[in-house]
């Protein structure tokens, strides 16, 4: 069983060596939650996700699953390079890292608990991983050595596993763009990370749906003196900023592209404008462009952001199909463009499925 927790979700998948057999997710947990499965949704009370993972061990129960081991992914694991079996070092670790991204890493934790009545291996597979690649000019902070060192400061980078995912079998210079509610862009060469936007934590780089991106530190140091509490600044940052907080009306793009408001363009052109800008940054840090990968919810359906990102690119010879774009094809550029330019539809399940056969012995 692979599970993929959010402050309010559960997803999960099962698999039988590499093949699907299961899924289902459960939202909104603690308000009105809904248990979707097989096609079929219904409505179970459901105060926190401890007592998440209990309905659904008693669904999978029913339907005669026996689970053998278990796959988290665990946003943020500090300096941990790879996927590891849990035990208390590792989960000490998720622990550590549980301010830095406090909206997953808790109720990762609070999951990976009540997964320990399954009886079988736990194993935690970080988003944090595959940026451990990155150069340390990429991921070091400018702040005193002795704050870097005493509280292990640097840029840690998010999304690793989608972005493993996307850029797998794709040699030489590589963008991957991962657009959701969450966004990121990361620099590959030869499916190694070497620079990406996301930081100390999941809050830096691009705007996001309802997250600042790149911020002046100097911003809230002026808030704090305005007397907003850090709690206050948290809850800014993370839940009202973005999207959300330019357009005052929404954090779904699919609605920001449709409306005719002015904050909402605006919202657009600032995420469109960060994005560009991260691409050209990157294109200069890999010498180069060979490969345009967008992908998540935003990168996978929202051509018009496509379109606009890809024709700002033209300096580099890249050039959409239009047709292809239209229609979310896995490849989107022309046949003279000179910079391959796809649409990957992610799947960090299969990453994380993979990384625990792994490391219990299985194959697939």
Known sequence: ???????????????????????GLIDRIGDKPVFLHDGFEESIRINNHEEGIRVIREYLDGKGFLIEAIGHRVVHGLDISESRLIDGEVFGKIEMAAPLAPLHNPPELAVIKACKSFGVPQIAVFDTSFHQTVPQVAYTYALPREIIEK??????????ISHMYVSLNEPGRVISC?????????????????D???????LEGLIMGSRTGDLDP?????????????????????KRSGLLGLSGESNDVRELVESEGEGAKLAMDVFIYRLIKYIGA??????GLDCLIFTGGIGENEWSIRERVVG?????????????????????????SQVLVKVKK?????IIAREVYRLIGGSI
């Open 196 to 202: 990406t936007s996301m930081g100390f934590t999941p």
């Open 218 to 238: 100097g911003v809230i140091l002026f808030l704090l003196n305005q007397g907003f509490t850090t709690q206050e600044l948290n809850d800014m940052f993370n």
């Open 151 to 160: 509280y292990s400061i640097r840029r840690y980078g998010f999304h690793g």
């Open 282 to 287: 990157y294109v200069s840090v890999l010498g």
């Open 1 to 23: 069983m692979v599970l993929n927790v959010g402050s309010s979700t559960i997803k999960y998948k099962i698999f039988r060596g590499e093949v699907e057999v299961g899924s």
């Open 346 to 350: 992610t799947n960090e399940e299969a």
């Open 178 to 194: 991962h657009l959701g509610n969450g966004a990121s862009v990361a620099a590959i060469r030869d499916g190694k990370c070497v």
């Open 312 to 336: 700002s690119l033209s300096y580099l010879g890249a050039e959409l199909d239009e047709e292809r774009n239209l229609s979310n094809q896995e490849i989107i550029s022309s046949e003279k």
